[in-house]
């Protein structure tokens, strides 16, 4: 009885049919895998997943590049103006540190001609405190553009502190 489903096994196993019906599931397992992966790669840009991603790590391939030592250096100096809590110092420190962020951005590869239009290129999703990082570069704008602008201790710490945690972001500092 053994032998009898050993040899039936055989049969079965080496009979033309069986070896059609797995070539015909080979190719609907192929087929079928070519469906579901055009299916993900439709969401994967639909839902624009991949493209963060790979904006995000081509945002991190670059940071790198960028002299952080002298970003550090330049920082600290801009930190240094806002101890004499003088409010000329504090002027020239925000106008600083925009412009640090704004050298940083060109060199990531933001295009445009000012700060403003690199911004308006990053989404939330880029940097998570754009909306801060707008005010802050607004307070610079005043700063330039109206020379009756007065600007607090405190402000200037707060817009210090939004440059900051924007380049911490960026993996400049």
């Known amino acids: 009885m053994l032998f009898d489903i050993y040899d039936f096994?055989?049969?079965?196993?080496s009979s033309p049919g069986f070896s059609r019906a797995v070539f015909i599931f080979k190719l609907i397992s192929i087929s079928l895998s070519m469906v579901l992966i055009t299916g993900i790669i439709i969401l994967l840009r639909k839902t624009n997943i991949l493209?963060?991603?790979?904006?995000?790590?081509?945002?991190?391939w670059k940071v790198p590049k960028l002299p952080?030592?002298?970003?550090?250096?330049?920082?600290?100096?801009i930190k240094n103006k806002l101890e004499s809590r003088n409010e000329s110092d504090c002027k020239l420190a925000v106008i600083e540190a925009d412009k640090l962020l704004d050298d940083i951005l060109k060199k990531m590869g933001y295009r445009g001609t000012s700060l403003g239009d690199r911004l308006s290129q990053l989404k939330l999703s880029d940097l998570s405190n754009i909306d801060k990082v707008w005010s802050a570069h607004k307070v610079r704008n005043l700063i330039v553009?109206?020379?009756?602008?007065?600007?607090s201790l405190d402000e200037t710490e707060k817009v210090i502190k939004i440059y900051e945690e924007t380049l911490n972001n960026l993996l400049a500092l």
């Open 9 to 13: 096994l055989i049969d079965f196993f």
């Open 51 to 60: 493209g963060s991603k790979i904006k995000e790590a081509k945002t991190i």
């Open 68 to 77: 952080v030592g002298k970003i550090q250096k330049n920082w600290q100096e």
């Open 145 to 151: 553009h109206d020379s009756n602008y007065k600007l």
